[in-house]
């Protein structure tokens, strides 16, 4: 079993900053995908980062150039570096660990006012 907790969300104006984090506990496997979701109200949920045990990092178009995915080198934490925060990025947002199995945290919210 894997347990995730997110942490760092919370209510920022445009144009802020954010940096969430994400501590992984339990059966953490050495090669593993990492990554974080999220889900605005009446959306599916949809990738915004992930990175592999290695390193390769993958973004949703939404966030290039403005957020930054990251992870510890023991493999039990994920950071994501949110900055130039828009309204348009308000959200719930999840941690999930994939590996054969995909483990979820429960969330954290971020709301960007304008």
């Known amino acids: 079993q894997v347990q995730l907790v997110e942490s760092g969300g919370g209510l920022v104006q445009a144009g802020g900053s954010l940096r969430l984090s994400c501590a992984a506990s339990?059966?953490?496997?050495?090669?593993?995908?990492m990554g974080w979701y999220r889900q605005a109200p009446g959306k599916k949920r949809e990738l915004v980062a992930s990175?592999?045990?290695?390193?390769?990092?993958k973004y949703a178009d939404s966030v290039k150039g403005r957020f930054t995915i990251s992870r510890d080198n023991a493999g039990n934490g994920v950071y994501l570096q949110m900055n130039t925060l828009k309204p348009e990025d308000t959200a719930v947002y999840y941690c999930?660990?994939?590996?054969?199995?995909?483990?979820w945290g429960q969330g954290t919210q971020v709301t960007v006012s304008s």
């Open positions: 999930a660990v994939d590996q054969s199995t995909i483990y």
């Open positions: 339990g059966r953490i496997f050495s090669k593993n995908v």
């Open positions: 990175i592999t045990s290695g390193g390769y990092t």
